[in-house]
């Protein structure tokens, strides 16, 4: 097993990419390990589906095109925030 995250989610989405241009051109598919987990129509209902399924472990979340954007999060890069997070940042409601 690849030491890459996300290496087993991205073989599957690029060998699976060209059937899925087909009738999903647009959507966005939500991949974990070597399943496909489903289609939606942005990356919000993606992730939020993802974070309920999986918790803290990671997922694919990515939009279906024919060409590939590049997507720089530099504090994830620079380490300043981590996907594994031991102590996850808690969001308190205003009660608004």
């Given at each position: 097993?690849?030491?890459?995250?996300?290496?087993?989610?991205?073989?599957?989405?690029?060998q699976n990419?060209?059937?899925?241009?087909?009738?999903?051109?647009?959507?966005?598919?939500?991949?974990?390990?070597?399943?496909?987990?489903?289609?939606?129509?942005?990356?919000?209902?993606?992730?939020?589906?993802?974070?309920?399924?999986?918790?803290?472990?990671?997922?694919?979340?990515?939009?279906?095109?024919?060409?590939?954007?590049?997507?720089?999060?530099?504090?994830?890069?620079?380490?300043?925030?981590?996907?594994?997070?031991?102590?996850?940042?808690?969001?308190?409601?205003?009660?608004?």
């Open positions: 097993m690849s030491t890459e995250v996300l290496s087993e989610e991205l073989k599957f989405y690029a990419l060209p059937n899925w241009l087909d009738k999903h051109t647009g959507r966005v598919v939500l991949v974990k390990g070597d399943e496909l987990v489903g289609f939606f129509d942005d990356e919000a209902q993606a992730m939020s589906e993802g974070a309920r399924l999986f918790g803290l472990s990671s997922f694919l979340v990515r939009r279906i095109e024919p060409t590939e954007t590049a997507i720089s999060v530099p504090a994830l890069t620079l380490g300043i925030l981590r996907g594994d997070n031991p102590r996850p940042i808690l969001v308190q409601d205003s009660g608004a």
